[in-house]
C-alpha cells in the first residue's frame, strides 16, 4: 500500500521563478492538504483540497495555488518566488467524513531551495 | 498569537529516562489533537485524541488529553536513542474549517 508520494524531493529555484510540486495521495484518501514547514518551525497550513476545489486556505498569499486532479493529485504552484518561500514543502492526505479531516498522513516532502 | 505552543523547545537525556512533552492550545472550536513524530522529513504519525478519546497509549509512548485546561501531554518512558526526533503537536479547529495548527515542536536528543 503505496504512501503519500511527492517530487520532486529537492530543487533549486532563483527569485521570480515559478515551481510546481506535485502529490500523490495514500491509497483510499481523497483530500490533500499542503503544508510549509520553514526551518526550525512547525508545519504551516497552506491549503486543502477536496472533490477538486479549494476547501480551505490558510494565510498564504495568491502567489501559492492549487489544483487536485479526478485522481486524488494535488499540485501546489508558486510564483514569482521570493527568497523566503525556501521551506520544506509537505503534503498530507487524509480521508474526508462528513467534512472532518481526520487523521494526516504525511509525505516525504519536497525542498525547495530559492537563491 | 500562536494557537499552539509546545513545550521545552529541546530536551536533552540519557538513554532509559522519562521525558514529558507538553502542548498547549487556544482554538475557537476543538475536534481533536494529533501527537507526530518528526525525524527527517515526513512527520509519522504517533496519536490521535479528541473527545471520545483523551487517553492512548503505545508501547513505551502514552498521551493524555485535558480538555478543560486545553493542553496535552506526550510521556516516553525509558527512552532509547531511536526516540532522538522533533515532536509536533497539531490541533484541528472547526471554527476555521477544520484546520490544523501545529506547535514549533520539541526537539528531543536522547544520547547513549
Known amino acids: 500500500d503505496a504512501g503519500v508520494t511527492q517530487s520532486p524531493t529537492h530543487l533549486i529555484k532563483t527569485r521570480g521563478q515559478q515551481v510546481t510540486l506535485r502529490c500523490s495521495p495514500k491509497?483510499?484518501?481523497?483530500?490533500v492538504s499542503w503544508y510549509q514547514q520553514a526551518l526550525g518551525q512547525g508545519p504551516q497550513f497552506i491549503f486543502q483540497?477536496?472533490?477538486?476545489?479549494?476547501?480551505q486556505r490558510g494565510n498564504f498569499p495568491d502567489r501559492f495555488s492549487g489544483h487536485q486532479f479526478p485522481n486524488y493529485s494535488s499540485e501546489l504552484n508558486v510564483n514569482a518566488l521570493l527568497l523566503g518561500d525556501s521551506a520544506l514543502y509537505l503534503c498530507?492526505?487524509?480521508?474526508?467524513?462528513?467534512?472532518?479531516?481526520?487523521?494526516?498522513?504525511f509525505g516525504e516532502g519536497s525542498r525547495l531551495t530559492v537563491l | 498569537e500562536d494557537k499552539v505552543v509546545q513545550s521545552p523547545l529541546s530536551l536533552v537525556v540519557h538513554e532509559g529516562d522519562t521525558v514529558t512533552l507538553n502542548c498547549s492550545y487556544e482554538?475557537?472550536?476543538?475536534?481533536?489533537l494529533l501527537w507526530y513524530k518528526q525525524e527527517k522529513k515526513a512527520p509519522t504519525f504517533l496519536f490521535m485524541l479528541t473527545s471520545s478519546g483523551i487517553e492512548k497509549k503505545s508501547g513505551r509512548l502514552s498521551s493524555i488529553l485535558d480538555k478543560k485546561e486545553l493542553f496535552s501531554i506526550l510521556n516516553i518512558t525509558a527512552t532509547q536513542t531511536g526516540d532522538s526526533a522533533v515532536y509536533l503537536c497539531a490541533v484541528e479547529d472547526r471554527g476555521t474549517g477544520n484546520q490544523f495548527y501545529f506547535g514549533t515542536g520539541t526537539s528531543l536528543t536522547v544520547i547513549p
Open positions: 482554538v475557537t472550536n476543538f475536534r481533536s
Open positions: 483540497y477536496y472533490e477538486e476545489e479549494e476547501r
Open positions: 491509497s483510499g484518501h481523497d483530500t
Open positions: 498530507a492526505s487524509s480521508f474526508d467524513i462528513l467534512g472532518w479531516t481526520g487523521e494526516l498522513f
